[in-house]
């Protein structure tokens, strides 16, 4: 009798053990086959291996090595029905309201093939050339169009980037129109301007190899006019300066005076 109870009570320990937030559920498996992995849903596919390759997938992260050909689609189908349980948790009849009814595709397809497309495409191909002119003088581009999203509310971010680039006699050079695709191509994704700005300068580092790069970012951040909360506040600027930017004042202000010139 008090065997069979103390056996009873083992029992029932075990089973509030398992239903114990605190206590880890068994680790899941690393490894999985191509079959597997087939049955998965396409956002847990390119997750899988994203976590196998260890890379980071932030939402300003670029992913497009991970995401295998046609799964953007599988992407945007379940994107679109995830949007789908939001209009409902939202009380939204999205059944009878004619407006709302095809809200959850047409967001699903605005995020992966347009506002957010610089996170799932790859980096647009552009040719470097030698620089054959040897130039060195201090080179401006902008004001370049900048359209984003705050990845704190997912609201629209729109701007001007201006970069300064201080060739030397090494660097490649790319040409003007390069710059707003990379550009482009960093600011489509939910960001966070600090981040966005330091993006931009490591791709065009990376690139182009000048002596010297400066770049100004000023955006106006809808979360901040959309919620209402702090209009006045609602422009932000940024910027970037390395190499001869940093060492050398005289670079510096001649950038920004040139900036403030082309601003009107
Ligand atoms: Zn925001």
Not at 124 to 143: K, Q, Y
Request: charged share 25%; hydrophobic share 45%; glycine share 4%.
């Amino acid at each position: 009798m008090a065997l069979r109870r103390r056996t009873g009570r083992a029992a029932a320990t075990m089973r509030a053990m398992a239903l114990d937030p605190d206590i880890p559920a068994a680790a899941p498996r690393l490894l999985r086959t191509e079959e597997e992995l087939a049955r998965l849903p396409a956002s847990e596919r390119v997750r899988y291996r994203l976590v196998q390759a260890q890379q980071r997938f932030h939402a300003n992260d670029n992913i497009a090595a991970y995401v295998h050909a046609g799964e953007l689609d599988e992407i945007k189908a379940e994107v679109a029905a995830k949007l789908h349980e939001v209009l409902h948790a939202l009380v939204i009849d999205t059944e009878s309201d004619h407006n709302t009814q095809e809200t959850a595709q047409r967001v699903a397809r605005m995020y992966v093939d347009e506002v957010f497309r610089g996170r799932y495409q790859a980096m647009p191909s552009v040719t470097e050339f030698p620089n054959a002119e040897r130039l060195n003088e201090l080179m401006i581009v902008g004001p370049i169009r900048v359209r984003s999203a705050c990845s704190h509310h997912m609201c629209p971010i729109f701007g001007k980037v201006w970069i300064g680039i201080l060739p030397n006699e090494h660097s490649n050079l790319i040409g003007l129109s390069k710059y707003a695709r990379i550009t482009d191509w960093i600011m489509s994704r939910p960001q966070i301007q600090e981040e966005a700005v330091t993006m931009l300068a490591n791709e065009l580092q990376r690139r182009v190899r000048p002596d010297g790069l400066a770049i100004v970012m000023e955006a106006d951040h809808f979360c901040m006019h959309w919620r209402g909360v702090k209009d006045h506040e609602s422009a932000m600027v940024n910027s970037v300066m390395r190499g001869a930017f940093l060492k050398d004042a005289n670079l510096r202000r001649e950038f920004l005076a040139l900036l403030a010139r082309r601003k009107d």
